[in-house]
């Protein structure tokens, strides 16, 4: 029998209460071997066919690609430390990370596409999925959702609907909480943001430029003022944080 056929003892060793108070409590509903959930416990499929790592010599690989991927796994003595960013770039390369684009970065890692979907589909910023070029990641964690964050997700949402070239998500936290509400935008963080950004915000995205330049945190002070200038040194001087002239 199936794990679906064989539904379900109704245990009776842990228990919810309903939420009507007052109410008798009722038993959480449990598959054969304890789980809440069908399947966890079956066997894996010996009939199948192995999982294979595509041949170099029938997989075409963009060159530059090759390049990016094989750069990233020089850093690391295991190379599959280096999925993560060999998916990045063949995300910029097909846009997402298509079959295609994992089918490529598995042949020059040599590791099965397989292992490199179960990255790729785990992290947020890899889309599995055929999406927009631009990406336009708001923050609704709880300071930007404060400052108004819903509200400016909304507007971004309404003023890109329709563009395909557009990939607007609410994102849980982008750790910019100095900026809320804030958006990363193609990688470029920005805020404070008000909905009147919004129009400029989708315009810069469009020509090319520089993204609501003057509220790119890059390019915010910061509580130094010598290191808001470009004569500030890059080396502190030898007598910083030693002992002053003349001490013994």
């Not at 009507?20 to 409590?25: D, E």
């Not at 990045?88 to 390369?93: D, E, K, N």
């Amino acid at each position: 029998m199936s794990a679906d056929e064989q539904e379900l003892e109704l245990e009776l060793d842990l228990e919810l209460p309903l939420e009507a108070a007052g109410g008798p409590p009722q038993p959480v509903r449990r598959y054969e071997h304890g789980s809440r959930v069908p399947g966890w416990d079956e066997a894996v499929d010996l009939e199948k066919d192995p999982a294979e790592i595509p041949d170099p010599a029938s997989t075409e690989v963009p060159a530059q690609l090759r390049e990016q991927i094989e750069t990233q796994m020089a850093n690391y003595p295991d190379r599959r430390s280096a999925a993560l960013p060999a998916l990045a770039a063949a995300q910029r390369v097909h846009g997402w990370c298509s079959p295609e684009a994992i089918e490529q970065v598995a042949c020059v890692m040599r590791v099965t596409p397989a292992y490199l979907e179960s990255v790729a589909s785990f992290y947020d910023m890899l889309e599995t999925t055929r999406v927009g070029r631009h990406s336009v990641y708001v923050c609704t964690n709880i300071s930007c959702s404060l400052r108004g964050a819903d509200a400016l997700y909304e507007t971004v949402l309404r003023a890109a609907a329709g563009d395909p070239e557009f990939n607007v998500r609410s994102f849980e936290c982008l750790g910019a909480c100095d900026i809320a509400p804030m958006a990363s935008v193609d990688g470029v963080y920005v805020g404070p943001l008000r909905t009147e950004d919004v129009p400029r915000l989708l315009e810069d995205v469009r020509a090319g430029g520089p993204v609501l330049a003057d509220l790119q945190l890059a390019r915010r002070l910061v509580a130094d003022p010598r290191a808001n200038s470009r004569e500030y040194p890059q080396h502190p001087p030898e007598h910083a944080g030693g002992p002053a002239e003349g001490s013994s």
